[in-house]
């Protein structure tokens, strides 16, 4: 949490299983309760990001961490700390947990991807989408029924931790 007392939750998981429909319903949970928040992603829509998100079949190993690490360095100083500083709620589809992953199964090693990542924001909450799948759906209504029943529960527990810190 930075001193403004924003909060930091990301969600991080495989391709396809649901992480920007569940960040975008976390968003549209928390602002309709009346709580600050801002929506991103990793790689961002800088220019740095969208190299990093169109590269991907371009650059690999090292020089895709590499380039997603500083774009991550440049959201978090020009986005991620700012919101934080304004005490809004930051939800971010993909941070750190997803590159400790997508970047060891690259080929590069566990160490230096965890050196790659020191002084920056680390999530609050960090909720892995592809056990969440619809979050904050099922407490608001718009959930399926065929959610499993710890899913509603990680659910409801995550949106009532959001809605209870700011409301």
């Known amino acids: 949490m930075a001193s403004g007392g924003g909060l930091l939750v990301t969600l991080d998981g495989p391709s396809g299983v649901g992480k920007t429909t569940v960040s975008g319903l976390v968003r549209d949970c928390l602002a309709l309760a009346g709580v600050p928040v801002v929506l991103t992603t990793i790689p961002s829509s800088s220019s740095l990001g969208e190299l990093a998100r169109h590269g991907t079949n371009q650059f690999f190993g090292m020089t895709l961490t590499c380039l997603v690490a500083a ?29 400790l992953v997508l970047d060891i ?63």
């Open 105 to 167: 199964l690259d080929g590069v090693e566990r160490d230096h991807v965890w050196s790659m990542h020191g002084g920056q924001v680390i999530g609050t909450w960090a909720w892995d989408a592809s056990k969440m799948a619809v979050t904050c759906s099922i407490v608001y209504g718009y959930g399926s029924p065929e959610l499993s029943k710890e899913t509603r529960r990680q659910a409801r527990k995550l949106t009532e931790t959001l809605r209870l810190r700011w409301v």
């Open 71 to 99: 774009d991550r360095y440049h959201h978090d100083q020009t986005t991620v700390r700012n919101a934080l500083e304004r005490g809004s709620v930051v939800v971010c589809d993909r941070y750190v947990p997803s590159s």
